[in-house]
């Protein structure tokens, strides 16, 4: 389904981006990995992309340093030819309570989840624009960024400014061929909820009540929404979040 496509996961050595640099990879892609983490933490993850047997290439890339972004983008276009296919995945979270949010862990959110999806989403379409490919990129938001979830404003607000982000995309990069969709995960058992889960007795308890479907979802379930959107099936989406969340954002009361 997506043979031939050259593909950037970012935050593919974390829990969501690296199943969905497996699937994309399954489907016949061949996969670039940045992460922040040095090549040989990320290694493990590395080699279970390869296992699909298209090529992967990893590049340690902070999405915040913009120079950085821009370097790695020409390497991928020169190392494979193209860019087709881009998932701005990275993504940080760090609870407190709003009246304890300090300045410095709010800006780091707006650093890395918002400032980094912009630097990867605009170097990409600009390349993308230059080369007329007619590429997609995807962005992971959340369902909270439409929810006020406790103790999570920062991150909250920055995924909101993603989901604004992917809209201003999609409705300028439109007339290149260009399709800019966001999925919006639930409560994955896995990754940064995953973390949560274990480490905040209270973030548990309220998980506990709020899935409808019951389960926390899974990575697997997200990166399948992820090769969707990447795929020709999607032909006519752009502009869309799509919702992921076991229907957690139909706000399950107690009974
Ligand atoms: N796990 C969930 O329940 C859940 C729910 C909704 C949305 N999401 C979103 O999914 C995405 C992936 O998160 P995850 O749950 O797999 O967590 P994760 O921590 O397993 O993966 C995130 C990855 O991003 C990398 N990263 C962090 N800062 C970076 C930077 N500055 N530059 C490059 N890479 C950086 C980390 O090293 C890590 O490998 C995030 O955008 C997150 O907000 C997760």
Redesign the pocket.
């Known amino acids: 389904m997506l043979d031939g496509k050259i593909t950037l996961v ?8 690296n199943e969905m640099a497996l699937q994309l990879a399954q489907a016949g892609a061949s996969v670039v990995i ?4 040095s090549e040989a933490d990320a290694r493990p993850r590395i080699e279970r992309v390869k296992i699909a047997g298209n090529p992967v290439h990893y590049a340690q ?4 340093d913009r120079s950085a972004v821009e370097a790695a983008t020409d390497d991928i276009l020169s190392r494979f030819g193209s860019l087709d296919i881009v998932c701005a ?5 760090d609870s407190a309570p709003f009246l304890e949010i300090s300045p410095e862990k709010w800006q780091r959110h707006i650093d ?2 918002l400032t ?1 999806s912009f630097n990867v989403g605009q170097v990409a379409a600009q390349r993308m624009v230059a080369r007329k490919i007619k590429g997609r990129i995807i962005f ?5 960024a439409d929810i006020p979830w406790p103790e999570i404003t920062p ?1 909250t607000v920055s ?1 909101a400014g993603v989901n604004m982000l992917m809209k201003q995309m999609a409705r300028e990069l439109a007339v290149y061929g260009i399709r800019v969709n966001a999925v ?5 058992k ?6 949560q889960l274990v480490e905040e007795p209270l973030y548990a308890a309220r998980v506990s009540k709020v899935i409808p479907l019951g389960d ?2 899974t ?1 697997v379930e997200i990166a399948q929404a992820v090769v969707y959107l990447a795929s020709p099936q999607t032909s006519y989406m752009t502009g869309t979040v799509l919702l992921i969340d076991g229907g957690c954002s139909l706000f399950q009361f107690d009974q």
Do not use: H
């Not at 919006?184 to 994955?188: D, F, L, R, S, T």
């Open positions: 970012t935050g593919g050595a974390g829990d969501l981006g940045w992460d922040i983490k890339v902070d999405i915040r995945n990275a993504g940080i979270v890395i989840n980094g992971t938001s959340s369902w909270v991150y995924k919006a995960p639930g409560i994955v896995a990754g940064l909820a995953g973390r926390p979802g990575p």
